[in-house]
C-alpha cells in the first residue's frame, strides 16, 4: 500500500506570495491532519479535515487554510507568506474511527520564504 | 509553560549504550502517548504507542508512562547507529480528535 505522498517535496518562495501544498492520503484514510515544524517552535498542529470538512484547527493565523477534496485529497494554502513560515509542513493521514496509531506521516514540504 | 516538554538535545552516545528520552506534560486530560522517531529529510514514524501508565516494550525499546507524575519515557536498549535520528514524544486526548502535540524533538547520534 502507498503512503502518504505530498507535493511538492521544496519549495522556494518570497515575502508576501501564496504558496498551495499537496497531500495525498492512505487509499481508504479519510482523515488528514496538517503540522508545521521548525527548529524553534517542533511539531504544531494546524487543522484536521474530514470528509471535506475542517474539524480540528489549531492556533493560527487565518493566513494558513485548508481543504479537502472527495477523494480525501487535502491542500494547505498560506496567504501573504512571512519569512517565519519557512518551515517543513508535514500532512498525516488515517482511517475513519482509529486510534492514533493509524495516524501515518508523509515525508512533508519543505518551504523556504526568502 | 508549553503543554510538552521534552529533553533538550542534542544527546551523543556509543554504541551499546543505553538512552534514555524524557518528556513531561501539564495537560492531565491527555490520554495516549507516542514515541516517534524521524530521520532527516523523512516525516514522523509511530515507535511506541501507549495509553495507560506503567511500561510497554517492543524489542529493543521500551516506553514508560507515569500518568501521576505526567512524564513518559523511551528506553533504548543495546543502541545502533541506525537508531541516530530525531525523537520526538506525542500526546494526543481521547474521542475523535486526532490532533497531537508534540515536544520539540531530541537528536541522538550513535557513535560507532
Known amino acids: 500500500k502507498a503512503g502518504v505522498t505530498q507535493t511538492p517535496r521544496y519549495l522556494i518562495k518570497t515575502r508576501g506570495q501564496q504558496v498551495t501544498l499537496s497531500c495525498s492520503p492512505i487509499?481508504?484514510?479519510?482523515?488528514v491532519s496538517w503540522y508545521q515544524q521548525t527548529p524553534g517552535q517542533g511539531l504544531q498542529f494546524l487543522f484536521e479535515?474530514?470528509?471535506?470538512?475542517?474539524?480540528n484547527k489549531g492556533n493560527f493565523p487565518g493566513r494558513f487554510s485548508g481543504r479537502q477534496f472527495s477523494n480525501s485529497r487535502s491542500e494547505m494554502n498560506v496567504s501573504t507568506l512571512e519569512l517565519g513560515d519557512s518551515a517543513l509542513y508535514l500532512c498525516?493521514?488515517?482511517?475513519?474511527?482509529?486510534?492514533?496509531?493509524?495516524?501515518?506521516f508523509g515525508p512533508g514540504t519543505r518551504l523556504t520564504v526568502l | 509553560q508549553k503543554e510538552v516538554e521534552q529533553d533538550p538535545g542534542p544527546l551523543s552516545v556509543p554504541e551499546g549504550a543505553i538512552v534514555s528520552l524524557n518528556c513531561t506534560y501539564s495537560?492531565?486530560?491527555?490520554?495516549?502517548f507516542m514515541w516517534y522517531r524521524q530521520y532527516s529529510r523523512k516525516g514522523p514514524e509511530l515507535l511506541m504507542y501507549?495509553?495507560?501508565?506503567g511500561n510497554k516494550e517492543d524489542g529493543r525499546f521500551t516506553a514508560q508512562v507515569d500518568k501521576s507524575s505526567k512524564y513518559i519515557s523511551l528506553f533504548i536498549r543495546d543502541s545502533q547507529p541506525s537508531d541516530s535520528a530525531t525523537y520526538l514524544c506525542?500526546?494526543?486526548?481521547?474521542?475523535?480528535?486526532?490532533?497531537?502535540?508534540f515536544g520539540k524533538g531530541i537528536t541522538l547520534s550513535v557513535r560507532p
Open positions: 506525542a500526546m494526543g486526548l481521547t474521542g475523535a480528535n486526532s490532533k497531537l502535540t
Open positions: 487509499s481508504g484514510h479519510r482523515s
Open positions: 498525516a493521514s488515517s482511517p475513519v474511527g482509529k486510534g492514533y496509531n493509524e495516524q501515518f
Open positions: 495537560n492531565s486530560a491527555f490520554q495516549y
Open positions: 479535515y474530514f470528509s471535506e470538512t475542517q474539524r
Open positions: 501507549t495509553y495507560s501508565s
